[in-house]
Structures are given as C-alpha cells and as structure tokens.
C-alpha cells in the first residue's frame, strides 16, 4: 500500500464528505454490488490503511480531521452492513427504496422517560412541574419555593433534591437573586 | 521528547518505548521490569510508589492502595466495588457523583487521582531511563472495560501530566507486539489472563491490518483470584493447626495472601511447594505463631479448576459471537502472567488444539505493543518497519431507557469504531417537557440488567401531545472507545446539546485541580500542602 500524501488526502476529503450521504456502501468501499463478503473486506482493509483517524493523528487542520473521521466511521458502517448476511439483506430493500444508507428509521413506540415519573406523590408531582416551569423562565427564586414544597411532600426524591440544589445554586450566584421573576401571564 | 506506552496492570504495570526502532522497557529501581501498581501514604504526606510501596501492603495495609484497576470509573455502589471492599485492606467511601474515594491519612482520594499519581511515577522512572522528558503515552485497558473505566483511565492520565494519546485494547497491543500478519492472513486468539481481569480476543490479522473480530472475558476474574484460592488452602491449614481463622486478622491475612502469591509462582514450576511462614499471626498468651505447609500443584489445580474453566467458557462465547470455531483460529497469543500457571496452559490447548504462542514475556508483551503504537500515533511510525492499523470494535452495545423499563439499542455490540448512529424517540406523556436519557451498556432488553453509564436530561420541549415531539438521539464512539451522547429536539428545529453526566466520574475541573497540585508536588518534590 502506497499510502497518501496530505495533499492526495485533502484532495480525497475535498471530493467525498460533501456527498457523503448520496454515495452507497458499495460506491464508498469501491465494490460492485454482488461482490462477496471477502472481496469486501480487502477493499475495507485498504481503505482503513489509508484512512483510519491513527494514520492522520498528527493531522494539523481540525476540520478535515473531522470529516476524514466522519468519512471513516460511514466506510466501518458500510463493510459492517455489507458483512453481515441480515443486514445486507435489509440494505438491499433500502437501496431499492433509494436510501444510501441503512438507518433505523421507523420512529419508536416508546417514549423516552419523563423525569417526573420517579416521584410519587401528586402533591410533590403538581409543585416538581411548577419549579421546572419557573426553572425555565429562569425565576430562581419561584424554583427553590416550589422544590422546597415538593420536598416536604416526597422528602426522598432524589430528583426533587438535584433540583432544589440546581435552583440554589444559580439563585446564589452574582446576578442570580437579583433577576426579577418574569410577569405571569 | 518521548513518547511511551504503559500497560496500567492490576498488580503490576509496564513502561515501554521506541528507541532507534527497537522497543525497550523501562526498568524499575530493583533491576526489574515490572512496577508494582501500588501506592502508599504515611501521615505526613509522603507518598511511597511501586517497589518501595510493596512492603508497606504488610507494614501498613489501611494506607496502601493496590488492585485501584478494579475500582477505577466504577460507581460505589457497583457490584465490583462492593465485591472488592471485602478484600481490600484499605478503607474506601462513596465521594461525590456517586464515586469510590480512597480514605488517606491526610484527606481522600479518588481512583483515577491514584492511578495518576502511579502514572506520573511510571512517568518519571520513563524519563529518568531516557534522559528524556516524557509528556505523551499510549495506555492500555482490557478490551471489556467500558466507557467510564476508559474515560477515568484518561483522566489519570491526565492528571500524571500526560497526554494521552490512545487508550488501546490490551489484546490489541499484545498482537501488534507479535508482529504478526505481515504479509499473511491470520487468525489469532489473544488469552489474556491477568493479574485482575481476563479477556479473549478474536483479531483478523492481513497484511498489518487489525481487525477486532470479537471480544469479551470477565472483568472480575484474575490472577488475584488464584492467590486468593491458594490462601483459604493456607487458611483452612492454619486454622485446623491452631484453631484461628487468619481471614478474620487483617495483618494475617495480608502476610498469607503474599505467601500464597509465592507458593502460586512456585507450583508454576515445580509439582509441590513447602514452606515455613513464621510470625502470621499472634497467639492468645501473645506466642507468635508459625505455618508450615505442603501443598502440591495438583491440590492448587483441584482449587482453580472452577476458575480456569470459567475463561474457557468465555473463549467459547466469543468464538460463538464471532461465528467461529476453536479449529478455524491459527494462533493463539497468551498474555497475563497468569498463563505461567501449567494448568492454564494445558486447558487453552485443549480447547484450541494447538500449544499457544509463549516466545514473548507475557508479562510485557502488551507494553510492547502500546510502545509501537504510540511511535506510531506520535511519529507516524517512521523508524518502524511497518506501520500497523488497529481496527477495533464496541466491546458491548450501547443504548438508552425507554418508557416500560426497556432499553433500547442504538449501537450494537462488536461494531468498528469510530462509529456514529442516531435513532429518533418521542415523549411518553402529553405536555412533557423534559425527557431523561438514561445511557447504559449492555446486550439486554432490559434496562435494569445493563451497566448504567449515565445520564442526560433536554428541557424546553415544547408543551404538545405525547410522540408529537421528536427528539434525536446520536451516540458516538470514537477510535478510544468512548462514547459521546448527543440529543436534539426535532420539533422545535432547535438544537440543544447536553453532556452526559457520567456516575461514579471525576469531573472536568477535578481533574484539573488534581493534575495541578500533582504538578505541585513533582515541581518542589515535597509533599502536598496541606487543605485548609
């Protein structure tokens, strides 16, 4: 493997990374389509020894270090995808869709968690929502009162008390207690 | 200026560099190659490191910090803390973020504070050698060691002064130090069995392309383990001559478990070990009392079958996620010095059918390659004679909590890295306006059975019906292994980014801070100023 000169890899990153996302697997590992999963990982090692991020840690321009890497990461993705009989064969439904890359796109059923759901009581509930609510408006003061109620009510909450302590924290600093709470609507 | 590589062990560590394209290894102030990872601390501040530190286990076992590999980036309250609190003579407490901090004479420590006053030994012992200074090292984990053992293993590196240039997989090292695949495609198996951890590797070797096939092993199983089975045999033999269980006598214990690690390195080389312990513990009219003991290896081999036969399984499970069998591996590397044990050795043949590569110290092989491997990231690898890629994957998958107590995958186990994916979720609830992602390792459905790594909180959704709002959620693994947690709010087209807080982690600025008054102590070479 000759290897590439700094320029040749500028050049390289210069013509790639604004097309990155129209390129295929195949077209990034420089294999056609039905090629086995030997031919693809020759290809991949080629590559890798080219431009795997060790090869260019001294790389000075941050930048081009960025998209080399980011480069790099879509070529692993692809020979991890062209490697693997399952996902292959889920590539190439994808690719008859016209989709370059296999993603995981059916969004979720399930939510992600909502922090309040750790507290119990719906008195500490109904006064943690209130506190984030001045949080958000940056009414410190408003914040440490409504925690301060959620505690008596659910003195164990971990939540409530991070909370709490978030709140005191920036009504102590310089500016913080002076900022009048917003008009309510 | 230098660069190195260390081999931060559980029971001894490493140093190693390039120098005129060969690797040397740094001795220690006893002519040997090994540093013990021991730190020690007398009440005035002093600090006693590695071979001057040893005898200071017995001496004054409260204050010396050994085995710290198996503590560091874990939280207190973690299984492995907790199982190693039973063992570990010296005093530790949960300290902020929920970390492990060590009790000294004059204030605490945290894990990676002790690694990296180790570090900045090895540092030294490195410069002095070289008569160089040394401000870069490549460090090595076990393959298994997940993101916040990798991130703390930074930050001691940090705080000895160090940039650290790669945090690299132990088998990694150990097959770049073999020099193998140059010009030829091979199959290799790393067995690595240390002092704390064991770990098995399955690397494609071509044409000095590496490519981790697939890894796994036993974060909590070592050489340490052994000794401690060889100690119950010396207990229970001196509990049935003078009826006192030294278990129960933290000075006893101390002496025996370092005559068991003796009598484990004898049986290595010969079919029985005798000896005469005097003075290991103190009898009711204050008689010093003694043990004299005869154990053979086949008595010692009885105790650690269970053991052995636990990184076999290990070596079957990763070959089963690499869909491979034990035939289809052409070499097998051993690497720890716990493969000096005969047993060890005849059970990895067994399974593999082959004798396993042995010509390269296997204490120091891993040293090696991180040497090679920081000439290679330093100085583009320019007096070596080929210039190795390390392709190295996950070693667990990654993901976050969702609603019902599940998790769900965003990256895989065994992937190349670096790699970068981004799933989409919603909110559970209507006018939710915070989510919580919760990060944690592992390959379960449920949360619950995963390692927690931490957690990020987005705030400022927009108030809508719940699923109305999405919110990305991009993780990213870079070629240290470590992750970095992204989440933007796709309704608003805001972008919003949040750190992951990591549990059981130094923060940034304690970091600092530590690497500072590190600096301190080194500059004027006394001890600390004392805090207010």
Redesign the interface.
């Known amino acids: 493997m000759a290897g590439m000169s700094s320029e040749q890899l500028a050049a390289f990153v210069r013509q790639i990374f604004p097309r990155l996302d129209q390129l295929s697997y195949y077209d990034l590992l420089g294999v056609p389509s039905g090629s086995d999963q030997a031919v693809v990982r020759t290809a991949f090692y080629r590559l890798a020894a080219d431009l795997h991020p060790d090869r260019h840690h001294t790389l000075a321009d941050r930048e081009l270090k960025e998209q080399l890497e980011m480069i790099y990461a879509r070529v692993c993705e692809g020979y991890q995808v062209l490697t693997k009989p399952d996902k292959r064969a889920a590539y190439e439904r994808a690719l008859n869709q016209g989709k370059k890359r296999l993603t995981t796109t059916d969004r979720d059923s399930r939510g992600l968690q909502n922090p309040e759901d750790s507290i119990k009581h719906p008195e500490a509930k109904k006064f943690f929502r209130l506190g984030m609510i001045s949080l958000g408006r940056k009414d410190w003061k408003g914040a440490v009162m409504s925690f301060s109620f959620a505690r008596t009510y659910e003195p164990s909450s971990a939540l409530v008390a991070q909370k709490l302590s978030e709140a005191q924290a920036a009504l102590g600093k310089p500016g913080g207690a002076g900022g009048a709470p917003p008009k309510t609507p | 200026m230098a660069v190195v590589g260390i081999d931060l062990g559980t029971t001894n560590s490493v140093v190693a560099t390039v120098r005129d394209g060969q690797v040397v290894v740094v001795p220690n102030s006893q002519e040997g190659y090994l540093h013990p990872s021991v730190v020690s601390f007398s009440p005035d501040g002093l600090k006693y490191f590695s071979v001057d530190a040893v005898a200071r286990r017995i001496l004054d076992p409260k204050n010396t910090v050994y085995s710290a590999k198996r503590l560091i980036g874990l939280p207190f309250r973690s299984d492995e803390v907790q199982k190693a609190l039973v063992r570990l003579p010296y005093e530790l407490r949960e300290g902020n973020n929920e970390q492990a901090v060590f009790i000294g004479p004059d204030r605490t420590y945290t894990i990676p504070e002790i690694s990296g006053l180790l570090l900045g030994y090895l540092r030294q012992c490195a410069e002095m050698f070289l008569s160089d200074s040394v401000n870069a090292a490549v460090i090595t984990v076990p393959a298994n060691f997940n993101d916040s053992q990798r991130r703390a293993t930074v930050d001691a590196g940090r705080i000895a002064g160090l940039d650290v ?2 945090v690299l997989n132990e088998p990694t090292a150990a097959a770049l130090a073999y020099g193998l695949g140059q010009n030829m495609s091979q199959r290799i198996a790393v067995y690595d069995f240390g002092g704390g951890t064991f770990d098995v590797t399955i690397l ?1 070797v ?4 590496f ?1 981790v096939l697939a890894t796994g092993g036993d974060t909590f199983l070592g050489g340490d383990d052994l000794d401690s089975a060889l100690l119950s045999i010396l207990a229970d033999l001196f509990n049935a001559e003078h009826g006192i269980d030294p278990r129960n006598d933290q000075a006893a214990r101390s002496r025996l478990l370092i005559a068991a690690e003796q009598v484990k390195r004898h049986l290595s080389d010969f079919p029985e070990a005798r000896g005469d312990l005097k003075n290991i513990a103190v009898g009711s009219s204050g008689e010093p009392l003694a043990l004299r003991f005869h154990i053979a290896r086949t008595v010692f081999e009885t105790a650690i079958r269970g053991l052995v036969g636990r990184t076999i399984q290990a070596c079957q499970d990763v070959l089963a996620s690499a869909q491979l069998a034990a035939s289809q591996i052409d070499e097998v590397i051993m690497v720890g010095g716990t493969t000096r044990v005969p047993m060890v050795r005849a059970e990895v043949e067994k399974y593999f059918g082959r004798p396993p590569r042995t010509d390269l110290n296997p204490d120091e092989v891993v040293a090696w390659g991180a040497a090679i ?1 920081a000439e ?3 100085n ?1 690898g320019e007096s070596l004679p080929s ?1 190795a ?3 190295d994957v996950t070693p667990r998958a990654l993901g ?5 107590g ?1 998790a ?1 995958r965003i990256i895989d186990r065994n ?15 209507d006018n ?7 990060v944690c390792q592992g390959e379960s459905r449920r949360f619950e059975e995963n390692v927690p790594l931490g957690e990020l ?1 987005l ?2 959704l927009q108030a809508a019906r ?2 109305a709002v ?2 990305e959620v991009t993780f990213k693994v870079d ?1 240290n292994g470590i992750l970095r947690v992204r989440a933007r709010d796709g309704a608003t087209g805001a972008v919003r980014e949040a750190a992951v807080n990591v549990r059981g982690a130094m923060s940034d600025s304690e970091v600092e801070e530590a690497a500072e008054r590190q600096k301190y102590r080194e500059a004027s070479n006394l001890p600390e100023v004392p805090q207010e």
């Open positions: 240039l790669r494609q071509e044409n000095d392309v490519e491997q290679n990231l330093a583009a210039r890629v390390l392709l976050i909590a969702v609603t019902g599940f769900e992937v190349p890295v670096p790699v970068e994916q981004t799933r989409i979720f919603s909110t559970s609830a939710q306006t915070s989510v919580r992602i919760q909180e705030a400022d719940r699923g999405s919110i070629t």
